[in-house]
């Protein structure tokens, strides 16, 4: 074996190998937008995850459980993301935090297995409400990479109809989040179902923001858009292979030199 063709051969392994591994971790921005007219609904941090297809945290006309309980009536992933990590541990999960106002933008990059994590779920809080919320019904709602691990949804925009009510918390805007007392809540019993139409109750109350609330929304008013782009991940062991790989050329330059 020649020195050119060893080289050729340790270069092409470490390449390969640094390129298998870039193939399923990606860097995954994901950017949240608040489309809902001026004065119009707030909602909560978003919580989210990227995982293999089998956390679901609610059906449609069943009861809510705990887990989407914590989203709809305070906003907090305080059972959802540990319900989530405990359903599939090799998600990567996490929260785009603070109210996002009408107008609002933010965004956060996770680092992702695009092979094994192919799914995407989401929950977050509208308000002002009592236990109204933005997710998915089923695990496998939204497939976001393909088998090779690429990205074959760059954004969920959500409308008013997709507004989902929890009936675990009785309609009042007396204990409502965002223009109420939380502490007035009271029990429902009911289930999970679309419901967008008791914004308008709000309107002319004076929100924890400082304005007054005004719902604008008809059926297909876009108010929420997720935003997906994607890069390599920057992989040390890129050149670590590859320092090895010359390394060894270099071992094996001079015992040829030497004539071992």
Not at 178 to 197: E, K, P
Request: charged letters at 15%; a negative charge; aromatic letters at 10%.
């Amino acid at each position: 074996m020649t020195i050119t063709r060893f080289t050729r051969t340790a270069l092409a392994v470490a390449l390969f190998a640094s390129g298998a591994a870039s193939a399923a971790q990606m860097q995954v921005t994901v950017t949240i937008d608040n489309l809902a007219p001026s004065n119009s609904v707030v909602f909560a941090p978003l919580h989210l995850g990227f995982h293999s297809g089998v956390f679901d945290a609610f059906d449609i006309g069943q009861a809510a459980t705990p887990e989407i309980i914590s989203v709809a009536e305070g906003g907090s992933g305080s059972a959802w993301l540990p319900a989530f990590a405990a359903a599939d541990p090799g998600a990567t999960i996490g929260t785009i935090g603070a109210p996002l106002m009408p107008g609002m933008s933010r965004s956060m990059t996770f680092t992702v297995d695009t092979m094994t994590n192919q799914y995407f779920t989401f929950a977050s809080m509208v308000v002002p409400s009592n236990d109204f919320f933005i997710g998915n019904d089923g695990a496998q709602r939204y497939q976001l990479f393909d088998a090779a691990g690429n990205l074959q949804i760059s954004s969920i925009t959500q409308r008013s109809r997709d507004v989902w009510d929890a009936g675990s918390e009785v309609f009042d805007p007396l204990a409502s989040a965002f223009v109420g007392t939380n502490g007035l809540r009271a029990d429902q019993n009911s289930v999970v179902a679309f419901n967008f139409a008791e914004f308008a109750a709000f309107n002319g109350l004076t929100t924890a923001a400082g304005n007054v609330f005004d719902s604008q929304l008809a059926a297909d008013t876009e108010i929420y858009r997720i935003s997906f782009e994607v890069a390599p991940v920057p992989e040390p062991e890129t050149y670590a292979l590859m320092a090895l790989g010359l390394a060894v050329v270099g071992w094996a330059g001079k015992r040829r030199t030497r004539g071992v």
